[in-house]
Every structure is written in C-alpha cells, then in structure tokens.
C-alpha cells in the first residue's frame, strides 16, 4: 500500500503523488478506500484524480536515478518494433494501433522507449516518401514523451523541458 506523499506512477497521469487516502462513495459504487493524486507537472486545470485502493496494481514505483541512467544508455541500441503486414491496409492499421496500445498501457518506460523508437524510425522512412506518420501514431508518440519525459524530469528533478536535451547529452557522453 502506498502512502500520502509517495510519488507513483499511472499509466494514463504519468507521475503523480499522493495527496490522501480516503473513503469515498462514487456514484453506483459501494464506498470503499481511495487514493487521491495529482499529476506532478500540473496540466493546468488543477486535475484531482481518484483511484481506489484495490486497483493500486494500476500504479507502480517510479524507476530510481540508476535505473533511468541506465535506460538512457541503451536507447540507441533498442531496435524498433516490427509489425507484420497483411497488405490489407484496414487490418494492418489496426494492428499497429493494438500494439501501440499494448506499449503505452504497459505502464512500464521502456516500452515507451520502444514506442517512440519505432514511430520516430517509420517517420524517417516515410519523410523519404514525402509521407508522414498517421495522426494516431502522432498521439502515441506524444502520449509516451509526456509518461516518459514526465517521469525522468520527476526523479532526475529537472524541468519536463530539459529531459530531451539531458537524454541527448548523455547519449552524446556514452
């Protein structure tokens, strides 16, 4: 169980922190035991958010200072992800968005790091086209930088605004 003032990490919110414990009653729900958060880099609108105590599974501990470095160090070498093709252009599109939905509802960073690999490499291929990526995948790159960006600026504490340039230097460095 985590407790008022922990930071955790929501697969949606990204990294947020518990600001309560209470027991509510939502409505058609039976009360029952909620933790209550905030997003840690603020979307602006002061977003309050409940979950209960019984789905704590949907959160998880943020990855510690070693464990980003660490992640950092490998992203050059993650290979982006292969998604076979049917040739039929419906079907396909729908499993490249089941996989992408696989990815960011992992909760886990390194399969947004495995996401953006792959949607930034099928931009590069299809910028050669003169194409650009379809606005789903637009999304969900977005979607992974703001969990990811979001959850490296929390523990390295830094601004969400210098995490790309801190990736980069440290890559550069290695």
């Known amino acids: 169980m985590f407790s008022v003032g922990d930071k955790v990490v929501h697969h949606d919110y990204g990294m947020c922190k518990i600001t309560n414990i209470s027991r509510r009653r939502f409505p058609g729900q039976d009360e029952k035991d909620y933790y209550e958060m905030i997003p840690l880099f603020d979307d602006g609108y002061g977003t309050t958010f409940y979950i209960s105590v019984e789905h704590e599974g949907k959160l998880r501990v943020p990855m510690n200072r070693e464990q980003i470095l660490e992640m950092i160090d490998t992203m050059p070498t993650i290979e982006p992800l292969v998604i076979k093709t049917t040739g039929n252009r419906v ?44 606005e789903y995948e637009s999304h969900a790159r977005d979607n992974s930088e703001r969990l990811l960006y979001g959850e490296i600026a929390g523990v390295m504490e830094i601004p969400v605004r210098s995490v790309e340039s801190f990736i980069t230097k440290r890559i550069e460095e290695k």
């Open 91 to 134: 079907l396909d599109q729908e499993n490249v968005k089941a996989a992408y939905k696989a990815l960011m509802v992992s909760g886990d960073p390194r399969d947004w790091v495995l996401l953006l690999r792959t949607i930034y490499q099928r931009g590069k291929k299809l910028s050669a086209q003169k194409k650009r990526i379809s």
